[in-house]
């Protein structure tokens, strides 16, 4: 079992900036940052794999969000520049720990966290 616990959400106005985090309490191959209004489906944002360090992001984020991690802290963060009110959402963590990375899909993820909610303002 492995716990994710999110943090650094909160609300700016459009053009501003958030830092979003996630700590694992344990080993993950694979780690996803995800976000989900309500009635809709969820989108995957940014995922990042733990041996290559390699991202992968959805086209609506590219240029203004980066992801990162930190191995050796079972950390993985997302950086979030130039917000608009349309990344107004629940961002959520999401890990894998076997299997094939599940990139920016939501199906295969092990663990989810409980999610942060982020607010844009225009």
């Known amino acids: 079992q492995v716990h994710l616990v999110e943090s650094g959400g909160g609300s700016v106005q459009a053009g501003g900036s958030l830092r979003l985090s996630c700590v694992a309490s344990?080993?993950?191959?694979?780690m996803g940052w995800f976000r989900q209004l309500p009635g809709k489906e969820r989108e995957g944002v940014a995922a990042?794999?733990?041996?290559?360090?390699?991202?992968v992001y959805v086209d609506s984020v590219k240029g203004r969000f980066t992801i990162s991690r930190d191995n050796a802290k079972r950390t993985v963060n997302l950086q979030m520049n130039n917000l608009n009110p349309e990344d107004t959402a629940t961002y959520y963590c999401?890990?894998?720990?076997?299997?094939?990375?599940?990139?920016?899909?939501?199906?295969?993820?092990?663990?989810w966290g409980q999610g942060t909610q982020v607010t844009v303002s225009s």
């Open positions: 990042i794999y733990h041996s290559t360090g390699e991202p």
């Open positions: 999401a890990a894998a720990v076997r299997g094939v990375c599940p990139a920016l899909s939501d199906r295969g993820y092990d663990y």
């Open positions: 344990g080993y993950t191959f694979c």
